[in-house]
T-cell receptor, first 109, second 112 residues
Framework: GDSVTQMEGPVTLSEEAFLTINCTYT??????LFWYVQYPGEGLQLLLK?????DKGSNKGFEATYRKETTSFHLEKGSVQVSDSAVYFC????????FGAGTRLTVKP | DAGVIQSPRHEVTEMGQEVTLRCKPI?????LFWYRQTMMRGLELLIY????????DSGMPEDRFSAKMPNASFSTLKIQPSEPRDSAVYFC??????????FGSGTRLTVV
């Protein structure tokens, strides 16, 4: 069945460092792809999405491009801030939403 | 828009007791999802409804779990009887069509 695999954490970076969190997917159809962020004690919030191949989703400095040839949707940010510390989930939706295991990011000042 | 509203935020109960978690989806959304989150298993989809009809309940762990959606603005997840291994954060999410989900803040359940 459809599934998502994302890089295991935790990831620890210094402020202003470049961030990449890898995500690859397996799907039989043409799913939409998402990144969600979860701050401590809160529910998941939609960060960005892409609905078809070569689409780029972007929000709050984060970007991810839907790569059908490599079945990937890697999350990137050029300069992270302490406030970006959270758990990031890659997800795909065909019928229902399938989430990756989550990657915990800690940004140190 | 108040978003997806879940209640209670925290629930502590004794083993064997019945627990009912509640969810009010965003008005106009036609799909509703119940997830369970634990450190060991991550986010697990328990059940989802489309237009108030249960579509896939294959993620419901066992018969002690049941979910209902009597109307478009309300859903419940019930555990009877509860067990310590049911301790987790339970999230409700809603969506419209193929858009992303909107999650509630979750209910942290502790069964002692």
């Amino acid at each position: 069945g459809d599934s998502v695999t994302q890089m295991e954490g935790p990831v620890t970076l210094s402020e202003e460092a470049f961030l990449t969190i890898n995500c690859t997917y397996t799907a039989t159809g043409y799913p939409s792809l998402f990144w969600y962020v979860q701050y401590p004690g809160e529910g998941l919030q939609l960060l960005l999405k892409a609905t078809k191949a070569d689409d780029k989703g972007s929000n709050k400095g984060f970007e991810a491009t839907y790569r059908k040839e490599t079945t990937s949707f890697h999350l990137e940010k050029g300069s992270v801030q302490v406030s970006d510390s959270a758990v990031y989930f890659c997800a795909l939706r065909d019928n229902d939403m399938r989430f990756g295991a989550g990657t915990r990011l800690t940004v140190k000042p | 828009d108040a978003g997806v509203i879940q209640s209670p935020r925290h629930e502590v109960t004794e083993m064997g007791q019945e627990v009912t978690l509640r969810c009010k989806p965003i008005s106009g959304h036609n799909s509703l999802f119940w997830y369970r989150q634990t450190m060991m298993r991550g986010l697990e989809l328990l059940i989802y409804f489309n237009n108030n009809v249960p579509i896939d309940d294959s993620g419901m762990p066992e018969d002690r779990f049941s979910a209902k959606m009597p109307n478009a603005s309300f859903s419940t997840l019930k555990i009877q009887p509860s067990e310590p291994r049911d301790s987790a954060v339970y999230f409700c999410a809603s969506s419209l069509g193929w858009k992303g989900y909107t999650f509630g803040s979750g209910t942290r359940l502790t069964v002692v």
